[in-house]
């Protein structure tokens, strides 16, 4: 089982990107795939989650309306496309996946067996 993020890089305040989480391994069936991130010098904390069964879905209050998550099963693959880009979005990305769902849980880290090696995204003038 492996998780591939990528799509991290240098972009501008305002600016977009979009990461993609792609899993080998498995298939992304009855799967929550969830995006954290960790800033420097921050505990990681969790972005978005998404139900690879029914799209359910849940963003973190600091990138809604910014951030849109979603996945393509056919291509075992989750993307975050992050607009709006702001400094404070300086961090490296992971992904992670859990088997079902948990609902208004799904930012516990606990619940994630697999991780991906994350994404490195800056912010920056």
């Known amino acids: 089982v492996q998780l591939q993020a990528s799509g991290g890089g240098l972009v501008q305040p305002g600016g977009s990107l979009r990461l993609s989480c792609a899993a080998s391994?498995?298939?992304?069936?009855?799967?929550?795939i969830a995006w954290f991130r960790q800033a420097p010098g921050k505990e990681r904390e969790g972005v978005s989650c998404?139900?690879?069964?029914?799209?359910?879905?849940y963003y973190s209050d600091s990138v809604k309306g910014r951030f849109t998550i979603s996945r393509d099963n056919a291509k075992n693959t989750v993307y975050l496309q992050m607009n709006s880009l702001e400094p404070e979005d300086t961090a490296v990305y992971y992904c992670?996946?859990?088997?079902?769902?948990?609902?208004?849980?799904?930012?516990?880290?606990?619940?994630?067996?697999?991780w991906g090696q994350g994404t490195e995204v800056t912010v920056s003038s």
């Open positions: 992670a996946t859990a088997y079902g769902w948990y609902g208004s849980s799904w930012s516990s880290q606990l619940l994630y067996d697999y």
């Open positions: 391994g498995f298939t992304l069936n009855f799967y929550a």
């Open positions: 998404i139900s690879t069964s029914d799209g359910s879905l």
